[in-house]
């Protein structure tokens, strides 16, 4: 069995999704999950993506997702409500790891990165790429999944090269 992270860029219109490399070093567009102006629509969609990843021999172990904080780094009503969705992401796997015809069979970290400007980066990344501005939107949320899932990535590997 692979381990994989997976990440979660939150959003009223879409949730962006990237997936790792069974390495674990290297982040990549998974697509979208589209909800209707609440993203607390999307758990049914990441529990069957994880399920979808057991069944393929990849075990998720981290999901990280995207903390919005304010530009002063504090915690506003944004930042809460993904707090409290990865909380409630968090019971939701709780259950399906208790179901005994579920596919997930362990509990994946939940942890939490600094969104500030990812979506800003991910648009310049896209016009670096020569990518058509109007096809921006489709893409845009899960690229900035693939900036917080690389710095989730990327910090874990530098805490480990630490020890």
Known sequence: MSQIWLGLDLGNARVGVAISNPERSFAYPAGNIKVQGDYFQAFD???????????????????????????????????????????????RLEAEIADPVSQISSMPDIIFIDERLTTVDAHRRLFDANVNSKAHRAVVDQQSAVEILQAALDRAHRTTEEF
């Open 45 to 91: 969609d990441v529990l069957n993506l994880i399920e979808d990843q057991q069944l393929e021999h990849n075990t998720v172990t981290c999901i990280a997702i995207g903390l919005p904080l304010q530009m002063d780094g504090s915690v506003g009503a944004s930042a809460k409500k993904a707090q409290r969705w990865g909380r409630s992401l968090a019971r």
